[in-house]
């Protein structure tokens, strides 16, 4: 590696003299390129390694103007480094290949390249990357060409937004080295450069998650900044940036590590996945869960963890507890207490139990396996259960059992994710059919607040069941109805979903136990603390979200076991100290989905 | 001196040429080709021509030039380079006289190095379409080294070194086993031959540095050689 310093010189002959960082693992290229570059009369510094060039360019942000690097590397991937470049230091990076492929190309591009050059280089295409340099530059000042070297070589003016945004000049630099130059021109610039350092960008993030990601807009997120000489336009083009990336890790991140990561750094994911969880219906969630309580947990579960940024899977959760919901509506009927369960249940939405409503499920299974009444339980909601929502769909479906799907909702859930009340009744029936256990998922989750408002279609099916299950079902399943109206701006839609299974499993349970109201809370508590452990829950995510909410919540006494609130680093809202009073349903929801997919 | 002593270290490097101490001069230079210090006696004095040494050494770095230049007319005719080639001749200059011969050698060292991990990779790839999951793994670092490898000999300008890795990639691509193999051994072919021609083409062009050194002891050269002209 040859290191070379761009001081003085050449610098008022600009782009003679231009500082380019290159780097690439091939050492053929890499001479190649170096060469190239010295006959173009830049000042080159080479390196073999992705992380050595960030170091380098960390430690001399202001020497460098330009930075090329290959796209494929060993120790780092190119586009990585292209975003780190252009977050941290706001440099021009062009990127390299020997792969023309489009979509490779593309890539570069929503990554923020400023260019995108094919290998083999050839000395033309070199001569002409000053360009990019000046365009950066240039709606800062004018005077920059000469400038920035003139600077005692400092070049800090020389840094330019590495993202294409046009606007992306005008941001002010903050850091007091490379200030500094910047500011000695004040009068030939429109607006001091801007370079996002760490702070500037922490600031900048916390402004926008307080915000939330979908109502940061810069003049907000400046003022929240509170920070001097950075303007409007900087902060809009850095949260384009930053959108940007958020949406790249977002689609990466298929999976539940990922998935964590994105939740902490925002919101985006959070209402990505919020929205869809109304789309899906509960019936298929239903339909499968309660055919095979573990498989179907499986199923889920690979779901959730697939679905991460899919509202899809969030809303097949939600599904089954709003059929749950209606099957719950249903059992109103007679019950007046039911109905106030229901309400109950519609306050409780809001709470953590969101999460609980897996267990909830599990535990009506439980439940219902000791109670012969309530076997809809197990039967497999006829609607269509997409195994694919993860955990918490089978139980939404198995303790809406069979008909939860329409009637389970009742009065809670305007949401479309309930199933004809009618088929809910027949669920019930064949749910009643089923004994297995796989309702006792349900019912951990649902477990506190489900219980007190699960009875509302429990007592449509079997009138003399403790409602309270059923009251606490319909709770859950009613919390996730409202989730969904709640504004899932996080999590929600996962939070719906696990509502809805609460209420439904809940409910399963109330209807079966006639006089077990308590033995099905007893039981919900004993299945909660299965629940908890059920894999296809992210369970102690899930638990530790649920376990907060329901202790807090009803007061009930279900204590999760397995629950243990460790999992808060993902998640923003932490929902068991924050919303002992179950705060937002987005929280627990996002809550929830955090945990799930953090499996 | 610099000439004499990349001469020797270049000599080295290539693995088909013994270091001698003469040159070594195509029988159709011989003519010129005297007056190196340590030449063997034959190439001293007349040569086949009959003239004075000293006037032939005037031509030997043309000759050598002449062979140079049909070396490389053969070699782009061939397909095997193309003008990135040219390219990297024309950035050797003063500054950095012996650039395209350092990077040629870069590049065969990490292209052997490519070619092994290439061969040792098909071979753990196994024979058929069983153990797709293994292979996929395989054919997926196949692809990167293969992307390397394009990248690399594209930018000397080895053109048919670079369309075989296509090939290869689009074979890999498809798990085709045999079509790997096969271009792995193409690869292989157009490897060794590049390399061939391009030591021959190194070593005329240290022999044509000689002997204009030689022709000219009154230059920069004549600390170099120990020539009597």
């Given amino acids: ?599 | 001196m610099a000439a004499h002593v990349s001469l020797c270290a270049f000599l080295a490097v290539g693995p088909q040429q013994q270091l001698q101490p003469s040159l070594h001069i195509p029988p159709q230079a011989k003519q010129g080709k005297v007056v190196v210090v340590g030449v063997e006696p034959t190439y001293l004095g007349l040569g086949k021509t009959g003239l004075p040494v000293w006037m032939l050494v005037g031509f030997g770095a043309e000759r050598l030039g002449a062979d140079m230049n049909r070396l490389l007319a053969l070699l782009f005719h061939q397909g095997v380079l193309d003008e990135q080639f040219l390219q990297l001749q024309q950035l050797q200059d003063e500054t950095s006289p012996n650039f395209v011969s350092e990077v040629v050698t870069i590049f065969f060292h990490e292209s052997e190095k490519l070619l092994t991990s290439l061969r040792s990779l098909l071979m753990m790839v196994e024979g058929d379409d069983d153990q797709d999951h293994e292979g996929g793994l395989e054919y997926g670092k196949i692809g990167v080294h293969l992307n390397q490898f394009m990248g690399s000999s594209s930018s000397i300008g080895a053109k048919r070194v670079r369309n075989v890795c296509l090939a290869f990639r689009a074979a890999s691509d498809h798990h085709n086993r045999h079509g790997c193999l096969r271009a792995l051994e193409q690869l292989e072919h157009e490897y060794c031959y590049l390399k061939n021609k391009l030591h021959e083409f190194f070593q005329l062009e240290q022999q044509k540095v000689l002997a204009a050194g030689v022709r000219y002891p009154m230059n920069h050269y004549n600390n170099n050689n120990n020539i009597n002209s």
């Fill in chain 1, 1 to 599: 590696m040859t290191v070379e310093q761009g001081v003085g010189g050449n610098q008022d002959q600009f782009p003679i003299g231009m500082r380019v960082l290159a780097v690439d693992d091939d050492l053929t290229c890499l001479m190649v390129l170096e060469t190239l570059l010295r006959k173009c009369q830049y000042h080159v510094t080479t390196t073999s390694q992705a992380r050595m060039a960030l170091k380098i360019l960390r430690e001399r942000r202001n020497d460098f103007d330009l930075v090329i690097s290959d796209v494929h590397m060993p120790d780092m991937d190119g586009f990585h480094l292209l975003e780190k470049v252009g977050l941290e230091m706001d440099l021009p990076v062009i990127m390299l290949s020997a792969n023309s492929d489009p979509k490779v190309v593309m890539k570069g591009i929503t990554h923020g390249a400023c260019d995108y050059l094919l290998k083999p280089i050839r000395i033309e295409e070199l001569k002409n990357i000053w360009q990019h340099v000046v365009r950066k530059k240039k709606p800062d000042n004018k005077n920059n060409v000469d400038k920035p070297h003139s600077q005692s070589g400092e070049a800090t003016s020389d840094h330019k937004l590495n993202k294409k945004r046009k606007d992306q000049n005008d941001e002010e630099d903050d850091d007091p080295d490379e200030n500094g130059n910047d500011n000695d021109d004040p009068t030939s610039q429109k607006k001091p450069r801007v370079v996002w350092s760490v702070e500037l960008h922490r600031k900048f993030v916390s402004a926008v998650n307080h915000l939330g990601i979908d109502k940061a807009v810069p003049k907000k997120i400046l003022e929240l900044m509170n920070v001097e000489k950075l303007s409007r336009e900087n902060v809009a083009s850095h949260l384009q940036k930053y959108r940007l990336y958020l949406r790249r890790i977002s689609t990466v991140a298929n999976q539940h590590a990922n998935m964590a990561a994105a939740l902490v750094s925002n919101d985006a994911s959070y209402l990505q996945m919020g929205g869809s969880l109304t789309g899906l219906g509960l019936h298929n969630i239903a339909g499968n869960g309660f055919q095979n309580g573990a498989g179907y947990r499986s199923v889920t579960s690979n779901g959730m963890l697939g679905r991460l940024n899919s509202p899809a899977g969030m809303s097949i959760h939600g599904l089954p507890s709003s059929g749950i919901v209606q099957v719950a509506a249903h059992v109103q009927g007679g019950r007046s207490h039911l109905t106030t369960n229901q309400r109950q249940f519609q306050s409780a939405i809001s709470n953590a139990n969101v999460l609980q409503g897996m267990p909830v499920s599990l535990e009506l299974n439980q439940i219902q396996s000791n109670n012969k009444g309530l076997n809809y339980i197990r039967q497999p909601i006829p609607p269509t259960v997409e195994t694919t929502t993860t955990a918490f769909p089978p139980d939404m479906s198995m303790v809406a059992g069979g008909g939860s799907n329409g009637s389970f909702v009742g009065g809670a859930s305007e949401k479309p994710l309930f199933l004809d009340h009618g088929r809910c009744n027949e669920n019930w029936s064949n749910a009643a059919a089923h004994s297995t256990g796989s309702t006792t998922l349900f019912l951990d989750h649902f477990d506190v607040s489900s219980r007190s408002s699960l009875p509302i279609h429990l007592q449509g099916t079997k009138a003399d069941l403790g409602c309270r299950v059923a009251s606490a079902s319909s709770n859950g399943a009613q919390m996730i109805s409202n989730a969904p109206q709640q504004g899932w701006d996080r999590l929600g839609a996962p939070s719906y979903n696990h509502l809805n299974n609460v209420g439904s499993s809940s409910a399963t349970l109330s209807i079966q136990d006639n006089g077990g109201v308590d033995m099905t809370n007893q039981r919900w508590d004993a299945n909660n603390a299965s629940l908890m452990r059920t894999p296809s829950f992210s369970s102690t995510t899930q638990s530790n979200f649920v376990d907060a909410s329901l202790v807090k919540h009803n007061g009930l006494s279900v204590e999760i076991p397995g629950v243990s609130i460790a999992r808060q680093s993902n998640q923003q809202h932490n929902l068991q100290t924050g919303h002992s009073n179950f705060g937002s349903l987005e929280d627990v929801a996002g809550f929830m989905v955090t945990r799930e997919w953090t499996r």
